[in-house]
């Protein structure tokens, strides 16, 4: 199974500050095939279920605000959110879908400083 | 709207059986494939199994396989997830989720999920 291995654990940021979150996979995630990067990005708030934010390593879902990006090749991964606004404050979780299991990361708890 | 909504969770002993439901509206659920995340109580996610639009093809994680089963109605726009054997390390809740039209294996809908609890 592919491991996915996020940090950090946990992040505080200030307002209006970038914050970086990384994903590190145990094995490629780029398809030869296609040339794509079978990585996505989810965001979690408390009770509620997840929500896509990134697909494609860098594609973002309808409706996802432009600070939110993703980016990486092969097998480190980042969402960068470009400026925090206070509705961010969420677990966010990577996710690879090139093998079977298509395994999470650990998640990374972002807070506001 | 999009809407998935899980039904079927409950308190279940060790070694029993529960059949969970997602009943999927708001699109045309034949055309995409769906599958089923779990997140145990405070931690993170874990990918439990998928099957395609036509029900040809099934995948789980290795925690499952001969114990779960998934399947789906596309007559009766249900998801389905049989769970037998069930251990406690099962205890979580259950997440259906529609695959993304364009890319079929991330999830861009989720249920509110179902509490599965497995104790004796």
């Known amino acids: 199974d592919i491991v996915l291995n996020q940090s950090p654990d946990s992040l505080a940021v200030s307002l209006g500050e970038r914050a970086t979150i990384n994903c590190k996979s145990s094995q490629s995630v780029l398809s030869s095939s296609n040339s794509k990067i079978y990585l996505a990005w989810y965001q979690q708030k408390p009770g509620q279920p997840p929500k896509l934010l990134i697909y494609w390593a860098s594609t973002r879902e309808s409706g996802v605000p432009d600070r939110f990006s993703g980016s990486g090749s092969g097998t480190d991964f980042t969402l960068t959110i470009s400026s925090l606004q206070a509705e961010d404050v969420a677990l966010y979780y990577c996710q690879q879908y090139y093998s079977v299991p298509h395994t999470f990361g650990q998640g990374t708890k972002l807070e506001i400083k | 709207e999009v809407q998935l909504v899980e039904s079927g969770g409950g308190l279940v002993q060790p070694g029993g059986s529960l059949r969970l439901r997602c009943a999927a509206s708001g699109f045309t659920f034949s055309s995409h494939w769906m599958g089923w995340v779990r997140q145990t109580p405070g931690k993170g996610l874990e990918w439990v199994a998928n099957?395609?639009?036509?029900?040809?093809?099934?995948n789980y994680v290795d925690s499952v396989k001969g114990r779960f089963t998934i399947s789906r109605d596309n007559a009766d726009n249900s998801l389905y997830l049989q769970m037998n054997s069930l251990r406690a390390e099962d205890t979580a809740v259950y997440y259906c989720?529609?695959?993304?039209?364009?890319?079929?294996?991330?999830?861009?809908?989720w249920g509110q999920g179902t509490l599965v609890t497995v104790s004796s």
């Open positions: 099957i395609k639009q036509d029900g040809s093809e099934k």
């Open positions: 989720a529609r695959g993304l039209y364009s890319c079929a294996f991330v999830f861009d809908s």
